[in-house]
Every structure is written in C-alpha cells, then in structure tokens.
C-alpha cells in the first residue's frame, strides 16, 4: 500500500531503489544436450547421458513380450535391461529411446522364444538379483562390449550372441 506523503517515514524504512544486475546467457545447442567428460572409460565407471530413467518406462511398456524361463525376474530383467539401454544410448550421447531397449533385449534373446540353452544359463547367471544390487549391476553393464551395444536390434543373431557368451 502506499503511504500518504505527510506521515513521516524512518530513514529505514524509506524504500531504496533496486540494483540491476548484469544479465549473462547460456545457449546449449540442443535440448538435452550432454557433455561427455573426458575422463578415461573404465569398468565401473558408467556412460552419462540425459534423462537415462526413461529407459524404464519404455521397459515397462515392452515387459508383457518378455520371454522368459523359470528362475528369471521380470524385475530384474527390467531394470537390467533399462541399465543396458541407458548405456547404449548413453555412448551415442543421447536420451534412451525404444530402439535402446530392443537392442538390449534382443542381445539377451528376450523378445525370441527358443533361445539356445547356453545363453538362458548365460542370461540368467547375469540378472540375478539385478534389481537389488549395484555390484550385479555393474558387473552386468561391464560385461556387454561396446561394439555390441552399437548394434541394432535387427543386427542382433546367433553369432553376436555367440560373442557375447565369450566375453
């Protein structure tokens, strides 16, 4: 409210005027766009990228096409499978998409019903208490090369997954 001119005012209480303060800009080129650090890459270490929890809602929608044997989580494989999509679309240095969580699955041969035995043992022995360990984590992420988390899902065959049982 305003004060009528003839009331006296403290010297304190009289209003001062404000300060502007210089205005600085910061443009990033693109929404979301990341900036790898340039740290080495080790094992344990992890791939930065923006947004990487939507990986698990794009899981969620794909889960009822799981193809899974006795023993295996659908949790587990959840967020093991979320984890590799946040990888592989961490080194293109983006945000996860569906085609990130196909490729993860399809590496594991979770979208296909009669995978060969070897990697059921292979698959099963990795996401094993994914969902409630961060070593199982890590050690499931580490294990996968880069080369083959490049790989679209239609790349994906019997003789990558070969390579990925040897790894």
Do not use: C, N
Not at 121 to 140: M, P, T
């Amino acid at each position: 409210m305003t004060q009528p001119q003839f009331v006296p005012i403290t010297p304190s209480a009289q209003v001062r005027p404000s300060i502007a303060t210089p205005h600085t800009t910061h443009v990033v080129g693109r929404p979301s766009e990341t900036r790898r650090p340039a740290g080495p890459f080790t094992r344990g270490f992890g791939s930065p990228g923006p947004d990487q929890g939507f990986a698990m809602k794009l899981v969620k929608r794909l889960s009822s096409t799981l193809q899974l044997t006795s023993g295996e989580e659908v949790h587990d494989v959840e967020i093991g499978s979320a984890l590799l999509a946040s990888r592989r679309a961490g080194l293109f240095g983006r945000a996860p998409s569906i085609y990130d969580v196909q490729a993860a699955l399809a590496l594991f041969g979770y979208t296909e019903a009669g995978i060969d035995t070897a990697l059921v043992a292979h698959r099963k022995a990795r996401f094993q208490a994914v969902g409630h360990s961060w070593e199982s984590q890590r050690a499931l992420i580490d294990s996968v090369p880069e080369d083959l988390l490049r790989l679209s899902a239609g790349e994906i065959d019997s003789s990558v997954r070969r390579r990925l049982l040897a790894s």
